[in-house]
T-cell receptor
Framework: EDKVVQSPLSLVVHEGDTVTLNCSYEVTNFRSLLWYKQEKKAPTFLFML????IEKKSGRLSSILDKKELFSILNITATQTGDSAVYLC???????????FGAGTILRVKS | ETGVTQSPTHLIKTRGQQVTLRCSSQ?????VSWYQQALGQGPQFIFQ???????GRGNFPPRFSGLQFPNYSSELNVNALELDDSALYLC?????????????FGPGTRLTVL
């Protein structure tokens, strides 16, 4: 069974802190790894990673994929209360457009 | 550009009943996927529709069925509801022409089964 594991399950930080969220997986036949932010209901797209070692960056968020060690990380620097959300990691599988999600990391940023 | 919309936003049903959830895909998107997200879990893939045909299915029983219409909108039907069907049901649309990598999610329908 395809498996995506995210860690930590939850964390609480103060504004201005830097956080690193982890996503490890056990499959190799996937097309891309995606990160989503889910605040209330609809997950919103953050990054798509297909190549190992190439960092994607958007403002204070960045992400990288390591296909050899089978993991990805999402970094958020200078956290703000608006970063409080569930962060989901997903694999887009080789065939079709199916996404396999991890359980998510709950991030709470305190002011 | 119109985003993905879903209806209703929430509903309550009792065990054994049937429910139909609806999704309108983002403008220009021809593929719709449905996901079930139980509390505290990540979304689980139910199935995907492309050109009005099912194009991949997750590990869900046949009482979960769907449709896609010529305008690419979609329905998810669940028969013989069980308590464990209580969840947030998410619809996501994408475009095969654009490579389909990015799936845009709707706000979801919160289903409670009593």
């Amino acid at each position: 069974e395809d498996k995506v594991v995210q860690s930590p399950l939850s964390l609480v930080v103060h504004e201005g802190d830097t956080v690193t969220l982890n996503c490890s997986y056990e499959v190799t036949n996937f097309r891309s790894l995606l990160w989503y932010k889910q605040e209330k209901k609809a997950p919103t797209f953050l990054f798509m990673l297909t190549s190992s070692g190439i960092e994607k960056k958007s403002g204070r968020l960045s992400s990288i994929l390591d296909k050899k060690e089978l993991f990805s990380i999402l970094n958020i620097t200078a956290t703000q209360t608006g970063d409080s959300a569930v962060y989901l990691c997903a694999l887009r599988m080789e065939y079709g457009n199916k996404l396999v999600f991890g359980a998510g990391t709950i991030l709470r940023v305190k002011s | 550009e119109t985003g993905v919309t879903q209806s209703p936003t929430h509903l309550i049903k009792t065990r054994g009943q049937q429910v139909t959830l609806r999704c309108s895909s983002q403008s220009g998107h021809n593929t719709v996927s449905w996901y079930q997200q139980a509390l505290g879990q990540g979304p689980q893939f139910i199935f995907q529709y492309y050109r009005e045909e099912e194009n991949g299915r997750g590990n869900f029983p046949p009482r979960f069925s769907g449709l896609q219409f010529p305008n690419y909108s979609s329905e998810l039907n669940v028969n013989a509801l069980e308590l464990d069907d209580s969840a947030l049901y998410l619809c996501a649309s994408s475009s095969r022409l654009a490579g389909g990598h990015e799936q845009f999610f709707g706000p979801g329908t919160r289903l409670t089964v009593l």
